[in-house]
């Protein structure tokens, strides 16, 4: 009876580690997804500021602060 449950038990911790794995595994690829999202992000917005100097726009916004 001893050997049966310490044959489960090890089963048990062989399930627990591959469980851990693949969530890791899970999360690393969510989180790969997401930074591709991100870097497909690049450009948006550009035609809202065509045609605007960006040194000009930052020192307008800086004045307006004092």
Known sequence: MEDCLNKLDKQVHKYQEELRLLKAEALNKDEEAHMLDIRGLRGLGRELWKGIDAKEY???ERDSWE
Do not use: A, P, S
């Open 58 to 60: 930052i020192q307008k």
